[in-house]
Nanobody, 117 residues
Framework: VQLVESGGGLVQAGGSLRLSCAASGSTFSINAMAWYRQAPGKQRELVATITWAGGSSTNYADSVKGRFTISRDNTKNTMYLQMNSLKPEDTAVYYC??????????WGKGTLVTVSS
């Protein structure tokens, strides 16, 4: 499975961005996908998750609940992250993750989101 993120950039606080993650390869093997982020000098943290098949079950980190929305379009093999009401503390490299089975997952190279105050 190959993952390519896009949509990052520079935005002012209070603004919005939509990230995309395009999956290719053995996408049939994906069970769930997620967005992670890593701010400078900090550990990578989970932002949101979504199941890949069937109903879209989602989960969010407390820090983004009510502001971010994760979604997917299986016809395009693409996952999205709509980010609203952005804050400077949302500044990070955002990574796409695809989980296949325990011990097997894949990562994109990341897309940088910078929120200015």
């Amino acid at each position: 499975v190959q993952l390519v993120e896009s949509g990052g950039g520079l935005v002012q606080a209070g603004g919005s961005l939509r990230l995309s993650c395009a999956a290719s390869g053995s996408t049939f093997s994906i069970n769930a996908m997620a967005w992670y982020r890593q701010a400078p000098g900090k550990q990578r943290e989970l932002v949101a998750t979504i199941t890949w098949a069937g109903g879209s079950s989602t989960n969010y980190a407390d820090s983004v609940k009510g502001r971010f929305t994760i979604s997917r379009d299986n016809t395009k093999n693409t996952m999205y992250l709509q980010m609203n009401s952005l804050k400077p503390e949302d500044t990070a490299v955002y990574y796409c993750n695809a989980w296949v089975v325990a011990g097997i997952d894949y990562w994109g190279k990341g897309t940088l989101v910078t929120v200015s105050s």
